[in-house]
């Protein structure tokens, strides 16, 4: 359990690249939470940019795709090996924009 933790880590931060710090937490229920931090920018209160995700291969998924299309709009010139993912990442933002616009459409 804990060798393929970090096993999983180290994965996640070699394609996440050198400007993402990587970690996985463990849950309530003992399950993975992707925890990708941007070793540049800062959020609000001067606290770096993250983006946080629950849930063994969706979580990291997920949490990709938030750091994908942040490499992508923060950091243009930024090598890293999680980019080749980029448009699969914009297609599922798209995909759940869709989503919720269609959701907002059928309450009216
Ligand atoms: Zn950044």
Same mark, same amino acid.
Request: charged letters at 25%; proline letters at 6%.
């Given at each position: 359990?804990?060798?393929s933790k970090s096993a999983?880590?180290?994965r ?6 050198p400007?993402?710090?990587?970690r996985?937490?463990l849950g309530?229920?003992?399950? #993975?939470?992707?925890?990708v ?18 849930g063994?291969?969706?979580? #990291? ?6 750091w ?7 950091h ?5 090996p999680?980019l080749? #993912?980029l ?5 599922r933002?798209?995909d759940?924009?869709?989503?919720q616009?269609?959701?907002?459409d059928?309450q009216?």
């Amino acid at each position: 359990m804990t060798a393929s933790k970090s096993a999983r880590e180290r994965r996640a931060a070699a394609q996440a690249g050198p400007l993402a710090k990587v970690r996985i937490d463990l849950g309530p229920q003992q399950e #993975f939470v992707y925890k990708v931090t941007c070793t540049v920018c800062t959020g609000k209160g001067d606290r770096p940019w993250s983006t946080y995700r629950p849930g063994g291969d969706n979580g #990291f998924l997920a949490a990709m795709d938030r750091w994908v299309l942040h490499l992508h709009e923060k950091h243009r010139d930024a090598e890293a090996p999680c980019l080749e #993912f980029l448009p699969a990442a914009q297609q599922r933002l798209h995909d759940r924009r869709g989503q919720q616009q269609a959701g907002r459409d059928g309450q009216g």
